[in-house]
């Protein structure tokens, strides 16, 4: 291309993140609010509902159940409808999950619900990764995948104050926990109504974009379409993908740091509870503190990552310094817990940012957002794990010290792991577990995040 269509291009990319990105941030932030509130409700739910710690730990990882199930046949009907419906349609039913969860009778409901939510929500996260790859060219991706990303770090930081305050909210003979979930569900639902009204499911359809930025963009993103088809001898089956080694690992990989991650998302207001006698708003800022401490790690590691470029070295010392943490927070009180975690976070969300970038520099860019989806939702079952196994010691041992330790070791064998991982396609043949060639081209890494 000539000089015009590149400033053209880089004029229409610019244009698509300033209307694009501020929306799905915010999504993702709603979206992530309706995942993890249930965190800061779960003495409520026993003192009204009877429901203890080893019925709560379940329902909440349920929630991951219904994700991965559903996950990947989300984003293949997203394909098929397009992003503006299909996006609109899963930000209406999480919603409507979120809020009926103001209705929970009892344990059976509790786990039918979260189970539901989690199908629900199922879908997104690969959704707005298939959208950017119909919007953006590649060197583009990257950078509005940091952003977006950011969306999960900043609703940790404002889902314990926001949640907190809305606990205090009563009338209607409804107690505070349940105005919770209807007013951070019905969010959920009214945001539904603007993505209709903003997204477009393909550039074509863009009226904020000139007959021309409209033309290089469509053609740029054609264009690498074709040379990726090109490049490609043989098109790995789904089969073969998860019979390749490297896959494997990714999944155990995001697996052990998702299991960190929800392991210290659900049970930290609990944990924050036993500091002394504080009540729920003072719990939800507290609990924003390790999350805050994570954002600044997070972007510092990958400043350093991206000068001295070892991308498995970095996951693994990251992965060192989450499991450090979990094993001395089970050394001393809850204060010092509390102290604990927040350096365990320094080392989780950082992990879960360094991760990304790995398989997305080994996988072949035509099959890499199915395997990505396929990576986000085995690797979140962490989700569902993490506090079952948490609310199961809690009710049978009294105490969360030897889930800690599992975090602990489940880290350490990560960061061994990762060294195993390749950050390049090998020299595969079609013969090969995902019949990757060599010399394919490859997703550009660039920054990434946490998956949802």
Same mark, same amino acid.
Not at 143 to 166: D, E, Q, R
């Given at each position: 291309?000539?000089?015009? $269509? ?48 080893? =019925? ?69 996260? $690969? ?14 991706? @990257? ?83 074709? =040379? ?111 102290? =604990? ?49 948490? @609310? ?40 090969? $577990? ?12 660039? $920054? ?5």
């Amino acid at each position: 291309m000539n000089h015009v $269509p590149d400033s053209t291009l880089a004029l229409a990319a610019a244009k698509v993140k300033r209307h694009v990105l501020p929306l799905v941030v915010v999504m993702f932030i709603v979206n992530y609010i309706d995942r993890v509130n249930i965190g800061f409700v779960r003495s409520h739910l026993e003192t009204d509902l009877g429901i203890g710690a080893a =019925a709560y730990g379940l329902g909440a990882g349920l929630f991951f159940v219904g994700y991965a199930l559903f996950e990947v046949p989300s984003n293949m009907l997203l394909q098929r409808y397009g992003a503006r419906a299909w996006l609109t349609r899963i930000m209406f039913t999480w919603g409507a999950a979120a809020m009926a969860m103001a209705f929970v009778r009892g344990e059976t409901s509790f786990y039918v619900l979260r189970f539901i939510l989690g199908a629900a929500e199922a879908g997104f996260f $690969p959704g707005v990764i298939y959208y950017f790859t119909q919007w953006l060219p590649a060197s583009e991706r @990257g950078k509005a995948m940091a952003i977006f990303l950011s969306g999960s770090a900043i609703a940790s930081v404002i889902s314990g104050p926001v949640t907190g305050a809305l606990l205090n909210v009563s009338g209607l003979g409804l107690h505070g926990w349940q105005w919770m979930f209807l007013i951070e569900g019905g969010a959920s639902i009214v945001l539904c109504g603007f993505v209709w009204y903003w997204l477009q499911s393909h550039p074509s359809q863009a009226k904020w974009l000139t007959a021309e930025e409209k033309t290089v963009l469509i053609a740029t993103i054609a264009e690498e379409q074709r =040379a990726r088809e090109a490049a490609q001898v043989v098109k790995p089956s789904m089969f073969k993908l998860l019979a390749d080694r490297q896959i494997a690992l990714f999944c155990f990989i995001y697996f052990s740091i998702a299991l960190t991650i929800y392991g210290a998302t659900f049970w930290l207001p609990s944990m924050i509870k036993k500091m002394g006698n504080l009540g729920d708003f003072q719990v939800g800022l507290l609990n924003s503190i390790p999350w805050i401490i994570s954002i600044v790690a997070m972007y510092g590691f990958a400043a350093l990552a991206s000068k001295w470029k070892f991308q498995q070295a970095w996951v693994a010392v990251t992965l060192v310094i989450a499991a450090f943490g979990m094993f001395i927070s089970t050394t001393g009180g809850p204060i010092f817990a509390f102290v =604990a975690i927040c350096f365990a976070a320094i080392g989780f969300k950082a992990a879960s940012a360094l991760f990304w970038p790995i398989p997305q520099g080994y996988l072949d860019a035509r099959i890499a957002a199915a395997v990505i989806a396929l990576i986000n939702s085995i690797g979140n079952l962490g989700g569902f794990v993490a506090p079952t196994a948490f @609310g199961f010691l809690e009710q049978t041992t009294g105490s969360i010290e030897g889930g800690l330790y599992g975090l602990a070791i489940t880290s350490l064998v990560a960061a061994v792991v990762i060294f195993f991982a390749r950050t390049q396609p090998g020299r595969g043949t079609p013969d090969s $577990p995902s019949g990757l060639p060599e010399k394919k081209p490859t997703l550009n890494p660039g $920054p990434s995040g946490a998956a949802a």
